[in-house]
């Protein structure tokens, strides 16, 4: 597979992008299809993009060619740089401490810091986006009883699986959030622990999957009459 002229550069930075975009989507898990809407996501992925292809400069003009030749030292030499550019980027390269009232402050001088800024510019914004889309799924939530807002816990864990150990530590947190709300030391109303339980939940599965899911829990569960204390939602 010959890789001549610019050829090697596109595609260096295609597998960076797509490096990029995986990580962005397990950060993002709650929602990945959406994460190319956002302008710090695009300059994170870019980002990626770019190093991959400036790797691919430093592999050709130093002639690193992994004791290959021929089509296959241009293949490798773009699967290491789309790969494993990033790898270095994030390298914490240089430290220096600094002594202060407070003590020694270290302090941390390389290009991962310029990551590091794009995705908390990026973490802020899904705060709010995911903000929007569990206040969206509100009205829906009020409509489940408690009992049937606790059915939903184990019907999502079982139908996402536990197979990873991200996937292990986010029931955990699930499991954690429910007990709280089941034992209820606040004395707080089954409504408001709805809305909780809810929130706990799109944090789990997502709103998507919480919607898809309310009527099955609601076709085979026992009807309730809503709580006297539930608020009107607009």
Do not use: C
């Amino acid at each position: 597979m010959s890789l001549p002229g610019w050829t090697g550069y596109v595609i260096a930075a295609l597998v960076g992008f797509l490096v990029g975009w995986v990580e962005l989507a397990l950060r993002y898990s709650d929602a990945p299809q959406r994460v190319l809407t956002w302008g710090s996501a695009w300059a994170y992925l870019l980002t990626n993009a770019g190093a991959s292809a400036f790797a691919l400069v430093v592999l050709r003009t130093f002639h690193l060619d992994f004791h290959l030749a021929g089509p296959g030292r241009e293949l490798v030499q773009v699967l290491v740089a789309g790969i494993g550019a990033m790898t270095i980027f994030r390298a914490k390269l240089f430290t220096a401490s600094e002594g202060t009232d407070q003590g020694e402050v270290k302090l941390v001088v390389s290009p991962s810091t310029l990551l590091e800024r794009i995705l908390a510019i990026g973490d802020e914004q899904v705060e709010r986006r995911q903000a929007e889309a569990r206040l969206a799924v509100l009205p829906v939530v009020d409509k489940l009883t408690w009992t049937q807002a606790q059915m939903l816990v184990p019907l999502l864990i079982k139908a996402k699986g536990t197979r990873s150990k991200r996937a292990k530590a986010k029931v955990a947190e699930l499991a954690k959030e429910h007990r709280t709300l089941l034992q209820n030391p606040q004395g707080w109303p089954d409504w408001l622990r709805v809305r909780l339980l809810g929130m706990a939940i799109v944090n789990y599965a997502g709103p998507k999957l919480l919607r898809k899911s309310i009527p099955a829990i609601q076709a085979t569960s026992s009807a309730e009459p809503p709580p006297s204390d539930s608020p009107q939602v607009a």
